[in-house]
């Protein structure tokens, strides 16, 4: 994954930033970024206003759109080139790679399938196991799906091989799963 390094200036300093690019299989992550980005750089406010009916500063609005033109290749800089604001840029982009409301069903549902199938084998570690579940969980929640924590927990417990089963049992005895985070 390539990214662009831009300047910007905090507390009289200059700091990197370097903008993740966009690919097809990244969305999530790279949403998640340049959100922080553009809040860092105080311009998040044109993509998402607080309040719908806010007038951008044209200046503030033209920030965020260069911004969101950082971190995109060739192909989808050219496709939404015609959007006049850094919002109606967002939109485009978040329905492009996250699909219609139908297509973000079928793929939570997907998801969801591989969740509840997902086991740990013999040989992997507790870590990796839980960066597994974790990222089927975010992507989850970034297509709008609401997954408690509980749930999480309860599914790592069950997802375990035997040679956890007497930790497993014992915070099941002695836990209460159902306020967890």
Do not use: H
Not at 33 to 57: C, F, H, N, R, T
Not at 107 to 128: G, I
Request: charged share 25%; aromatic share 8%.
């Amino acid at each position: 994954m390539s990214a662009t390094d831009v300047k910007g200036k905090v507390g009289g300093g200059s700091i990197g930033l370097s903008y993740p690019l966009l690919s097809k299989t990244n969305y999530t992550t790279w949403a998640l970024k340049m959100k922080v980005y553009l809040q860092a750089q105080g311009v998040w406010g044109a993509v998402k206003p607080s309040d719908e009916k806010a007038v951008i500063e044209d200046k503030v609005d033209k920030i965020a759109l260069a911004m969101l033109y950082q971190g995109l290749p060739e192909e989808l800089l050219l496709t939404i080139a015609e959007k006049s604001t850094a919002k109606a840029a967002w939109d485009a982009l978040k329905t492009m790679c996250q699909g219609a409301d139908r297509f973000k069903k079928a793929k939570v549902q997907t998801l969801k399938s591989e969740f509840e199938s997902l086991n740990m084998r013999e040989n992997e570690q507790l870590d990796e196991f839980y960066l597994k579940l974790n990222s089927l969980v975010s992507n989850m929640r970034a297509l709008g799906e609401e997954v408690k924590e509980s749930y999480v927990v309860k599914k790592l417990l069950r997802a375990v091989p035997s040679k956890f089963l007497q930790i497993v049992s014992t915070l099941e005895q002695f836990g209460d799963l159902e306020w967890v985070l």
